[in-house]
Each structure stands twice: as structure tokens, then as C-alpha cells.
């Protein structure tokens, strides 16, 4: 059975691939963004009616001020707009007023994968601010590939967009297939329990989305928990007459509508599309008792079951990779409502009311692109097949992160050594500016600690750099998730944070450390809404040096060395013998900076990948 609302399938809709990313909308009012970065400033601001990235500063006293100005009313400015105030200025503090929570909410806009379109989302009438998003997890016998990274960041960056910025209650549901052929297969061969490993690489997975700040789901149902749902599912799909039991135990599918289709061959099938709802038994695998026997769900079953059990008949979001558009959740599409019209049939209900446009349990379904490696699709046949942990051991997490975010959910991304090493570099000069920005604010003291209220109150008012930045990045976000536009928004923002630092010009200007903490806090929220703010910037800086060092094949004592050496060459005027010091050096991704504390180096992308 193939389902659809239109003209197209799910899966010819998904085919469709995904249109180029908008250009970023300015100027038009949102909210100010605040990230969960642990400070006193942080707390604050998430008590407060919305968001405020001028608070978001993690230590030191401009987190006190931040904080304050967070727990109290935007301080009165010269120059504000009083009652009976000139036309042209009531305009423009409402264009710099931030959007309400209901304007925001209005103009988000997602893709669907079923209409081909984007389209809002709200709640369904009765459910309050409450929304419902299951997303298809992972098959847990190995460590969890890049595949599954694009996956799980695509939708935690969702999943922030809807609880953060726009204040829903959301339940998100990621599930576990902890029983199935691979599973079986890799623990014979290990010789180890099929269940105590899946438990194990549960746990595996787990660490996995913790480095990559995946914010847990509200639950993670495994498919062995659920095993009487799933038998039930079956029975009603039989009683309906679109299953049937075979010879041996299995129960099919009847899907007469996909004859010729990419399924298994099997004689006992009415039609080559059929597929398995339910496995007899085979020696040595686990099994549970049925009406037919004992034996294990299809893998298609266990999503429409656990959906059923812990959501109920309709949600709002269903979510996954492409790869699952089909098979998968076509199949789960018509295995749901299937199910469901027997359960109405039975209640005497006729018109399925409590079904999506009466044809779809899911109100919007949504997939994220594939990863390709080195412009090739990802295979283990293919020797370019990466796992989390492979990456993880030569690239910060966020720097991971950071290059899934860079490019837009639905897009393809391709994996390259250089993509990654930019994207560590990008992180890395991010990160140093904010640490440097407050130091900076720090050093200055009260006037520091001041600059960093007005800042806050400035941006909860919709005033300020911070307040501008939180816009652009509020605006793309709505859109369809356009992380890449977001990521963007930060890049003049960040060199203006820089100018203020290094050049002449920007350590005289008069209102450094008021553009200092509006730019740098708008920043930080932006990073955090992201889910690319680490809990610690000093210990992220340290971590990225350490890992651009084990790329290089260096230790810190082999790069102070050489930098010993270059300042030997100098002292004596050989440039030449200097400059081949630093050019061997950046070569590996090391960058010699001079400055005037003395010598020191930071990672880069290496001179020898530069085209």
C-alpha cells in the first residue's frame, strides 16, 4: 500500500531532493536567543519571559551583571520612546521591539516530506503548547556511524528550536531496534547474548550523542519492551484483511499495491511486495510467544507499535533519514493506518476522524539528506565508512557538529578530511574571539561588569548588535531550519568582536566595551541555540590544540621547539631557515602568531590541503 496526500508518494516526494537554502531575511523582528551555558546569567534568563543572549556569559563579573539585568526591567535609555513621542520614532522602537512568542510561532515554516512543501506547525486542538515527535533511532550492534551524527543533530537542532526559542512542550520519542537480523548475526559471531549486546552499544550510542550536546528525548522506548504492542498491532492488522499468517509462523503484509518493488522473494507471499510483520522462531534466537507462534516483530512493525503505545493515534512530527522514506516509513504508514481503521471499525466509527487530513497519522513528516564521503556515498563495502568515534578521535565534537549545522538538513553533505579540518578551525576562531571578548570585558572591571547589563537589557529590548544578530539567526532557524544562514549570520559579528580586540582603531573606540558585550553575547546565544556553546571555552580551546596537534603528528614540545628554533633563525638573520620553520609548521595545521606577549600558534586548516 502506497499512502500519500496529493498526487506523489512519500517516497517520490522525498525524491525531489531539496531546493537551495533562502537567503537570509534581515531586519525583521524576533527574539533574542539565550543558550543553557550554566552560569548564574544563563539562569536567569531562562526564567525570564524569553531569552536574552546578552546574559549569557559563563564566569567572571560580567556573568553578575548579566545576571541582574536578566532578573530585572530593561534599564531606562536616553533617547527611548515615551507616551506622545514623534511618528518616526514610535516606528522604529517597534521595529527594534522584540516579536512576541505568538509572531514567532507563526512564522515557522518546515518541510514536508509528504507535500513537498513547507508548512507551519502548530499544535492539534486540546494538546495546549504540547507537540509530539518521534524520531526512527538506531539499530544497536556496532558503534553509531556519521550517518546517524547527521541524523540525531539535525533533529536536536529542531528539537532546540521548539522548546527554546519557540517555548513548546515537546515530547520527543527516539526508539531502539534492540532485536534484529544484524544484531543476531554480530553477537553469534562474538558469541555473546543478542540482548546484552544491544544493551551495550545502547550505552555506546548514548556517549555518542552526549559529546555531540544531543539533548536526550523525553523517552527512548526499545523495541523488546514492547513486544505484546506489536502483537496486538499485528492482530488488528489481520482482522482488518491486510495481513495474513504463513506456513512456518511469519505474518505477512497484504500490500498488492507494490508488485515488483524492491522486496525479498518468498513463494509464500500473496504478492512480491509483502513484507514480514512477524519472524517464526529459528534455533538460537531470542523469541517471544504470539498466536503464531513464537518468534520476533518485523523490523517495520516496531515504530507503528511503539508510536501507538507511547504517543497515541496521531503526532505531530516523524523524522529519520532519507534512507527510510522507503522501505520503512511507507511501510509503517500503511501498517498505522491499517491498524487504526480496524480499531474505528470496531467502535462503530466510520469517517477516522482523529487520523491527519483522515488519511495520515503523521501530520508532518520530515528527512534529513544523506552523507557522502569524498563525493561518494557512505558504504562499508566501499572502505570509507566512518563511525562517531573514528571522527571523535581526531576532531572536537562541536567541530563535528559545527560541519553537520554548515550545511541544511535536507541537503546532502559530503564528508572530506579538509571539510572537517575547516570546521575545526571555524570553531576554534569562534571560541577564541568569545574567550578573548571575556577577558577583555573582565579586565575592565565595574565598566566591564556594566557594559554586560546594559547589554542584556539593550537586547531583551530589541536593541543592540546582540539583539540584531539574535534576529538574523531566529529568522533563518524558522525557516526550515537554515542552519547554514544561521552560521553565517555569525561570521561579521565574530570580525567585529576581533576588530575591537587587535586593531588601533577598534581598542579606541568609544563604546568598545558596550559592542564587545552585545556582540559577544549575541554570539554565544546563537552558539547555544545551535547546540554548539561547550561548558567550558578555555577547556574547548585546550582540546582543539590537542587534537590539531595529534593530526599533525606533533606534541606541544615538538611545536615549541621549533618555534625555538624559528626565533634562533631570526635572532640571526636567516629568514629564510625562519620562514621554512613556518612553513612546515602550517603545512601540518600549525600557524605560528607573533604578537606582543611573544610567540605562540594555533591550529588552522594545513597549507598543504589549500588549493
Avoid at 536567543?33 to 536567569?44: M, T
Avoid at 545576571?67 to 533617547?79: E, K, N, Q, V
Avoid at 507551519?120 to 551524527?149: E, F, N
Avoid at 544561521?486 to 561570521?491: E, K
Wanted: net charge neutral; proline share 6%; glycine share 8%.
Amino acid at each position: 500500500m502506497r499512502l500519500a496526500r496529493g498526487p506523489a508518494p512519500l517516497a517520490a516526494a522525498a525524491a525531489r531532493g531539496v531546493a537551495p537554502p533562502p537567503a537570509l531575511l534581515a531586519g525583521r523582528r524576533a527574539a533574542a536567543v539565550c543558550g543553557r551555558l550554566g552560569s548564574p546569567a544563563a539562569a536567569a534568563a531562562a526564567a525570564a519571559p524569553w531569552p536574552r543572549p546578552g546574559a549569557c556569559f559563563s564566569s567572571g563579573p560580567a556573568a553578575a551583571a548579566a545576571a541582574a539585568a536578566a532578573a530585572s526591567p530593561p534599564a531606562p535609555r536616553r533617547g527611548s520612546v515615551r507616551r506622545g513621542a514623534a511618528p518616526a520614532a514610535a516606528a522604529e522602537a517597534a521595529e527594534a521591539a522584540p516579536a512576541s512568542l505568538e509572531e514567532l510561532r507563526a512564522r515557522l515554516q518546515l518541510h514536508n516530506t509528504m507535500s513537498r512543501a513547507k508548512e507551519g506547525l502548530r499544535p492539534r486542538p486540546a494538546m495546549g503548547d504540547k507537540l509530539q515527535m518521534y524520531v526512527c533511532g538506531v539499530t544497536v550492534y556496532d558503534y553509531s556511524h556519521i550517518g546517524h551524527a547527521r541524523v540525531y543533530v539535525a533533529f536536536d537542532v529542531l528539537y532546540r528550536v521548539l522548546t527554546q526559542l519557540l517555548r513548546y512542550e515537546v515530547e520527543y520519542v527516539r526508539n531502539f531496534t534492540d532485536v534484529d537480523d544484524k544484531i543476531i548475526k554480530r553477537a553469534n559471531e562474538a558469541g555473546e547474548d543478542p540482548l546484552a549486546l544491544s544493551a551495550r552499544f545502547i550505552e555506546e550510542f548514548h556517549t555518542d550523542m552526549d559529546a555531540l550536546g544531543c539533548l536526550p528525548p523525553t523517552l527512548e522506548p526499545k523495541a523488546t519492551d514492547h513486544i505484546p504492542q506489536m502483537v496486538s498491532t499485528i492482530e488488528a492488522i489481520i482482522a482488518n484483511g491486510h495481513a495474513y499468517a504463513v506456513e512456518g509462523g511469519d505474518v505477512l503484509f497484504d500490500d498488492d499495491n507494490r508488485a515488483g518493488e524492491r522486496v525479498a522473494v518468498d513463494p509464500r507471499k500473496r504478492s512480491p511486495a509483502d513484507f514480514a510483520l512477524w519472524k517464526a522462531a529459528k534455533p538460537g534466537e531470542p523469541s517471544w510467544p504470539s498466536p503464531w507462534g513464537a518468534g520476533r516483530p518485523g523490523w517495520h512493525i516496531e515504530c507503528s507499535a511503539m508510536i501507538r503505545h507511547a504517543m497515541g493515534s496521531v503526532i505531530d512530527i516523524h523524522g529519520g533519514g532519507r534512507d527510510l522514506v522507503f522501505p520503512h516509513h511507507e511501510n509503517e504508514l500503511a501498517q498505522s493506518q491499517n491498524e487504526l481503521a480496524q480499531s474505528q471499525a470496531a467502535a462503530g466509527c466510520c469517517d477516522r476522524p482523529h487520523l491527519h487530513s483522515g488519511t495520515d497519522f503523521v501530520r508532518h513528516w520530515m528527512h534529513n539528506g544523506f552523507v557522502n564521503v569524498d563525493s561518494e556515498k557512505m558504504s562499508k563495502s566501499l572502505g570509507n565508512f566512518f563511525t562517531i568515534r573514528d571522527v571523535l578521535g581526531a576532531y572536537h565534537p562541536l567541530a563535528l557538529r559545527w560541519f553537520l549545522v554548515a550545511t541544511h538538513y535536507r541537503a546532502p553533505v559530503n564528508y572530506t578530511r579538509r571539510a572537517l579540518d575547516e570546521a575545526s578551525d571555524r570553531v576554534y576562531y569562534v571560541y577564541q574571539a568569545l574567550a578573548d571578548a571575556e577577558a577583555a570585558l573582565a579586565e575592565a572591571g565595574d565598566a566591564g561588569a556594566a557594559a554586560v547589563m546594559q547589554a542584556a537589557a539593550d537586547a531583551a529590548a530589541g536593541r543592540g548588535e546582540g539583539a540584531a544578530l539574535s534576529r538574523a539567526v531566529t529568522e533563518a532557524l524558522l525557516d526550515d531550519l537554515n542552519t547554514p544562514a544561521a552560521v553565517g549570520a555569525l561570521s561579521a559579528p565574530l570580525k567585529a568582536v576581533n576588530d575591537l580586540l587587535t586593531t588601533k582603531a577598534g581598542r579606541k573606540a568609544p563604546r568598545r566595551l558596550a559592542l564587545l558585550a552585545e556582540l559577544s553575547g549575541g554570539v554565544r546565544g546563537a552558539a547555544a541555540l545551535l547546540g554548539l556553546a561547550p561548558a567550558d571555552l578555555g577547556a574547548a580551546l585546550g582540546e582543539l590544540r590537542r587534537l590539531a596537534l595529534r593530526r599533525a603528528g606533533l606534541t606541544a614540545e615538538d611545536v615549541e621547539a621549533r618555534i625555538a628554533a624559528r626565533a634562533e633563525a631570526r635572532a640571526a638573520k636567516d629568514f629564510a631557515a625562519a620562514d621554512a620553520v613556518r612553513q612546515e609548521l602550517a603545512a601540518l595545521g600549525v600557524y605560528i602568531m607573533d604578537g606582543p606577549q611573544g610567540t605562540t600558534w594555533r591550529p588552522g586548516v594545513a597549507a598543504a590541503q589549500e588549493e
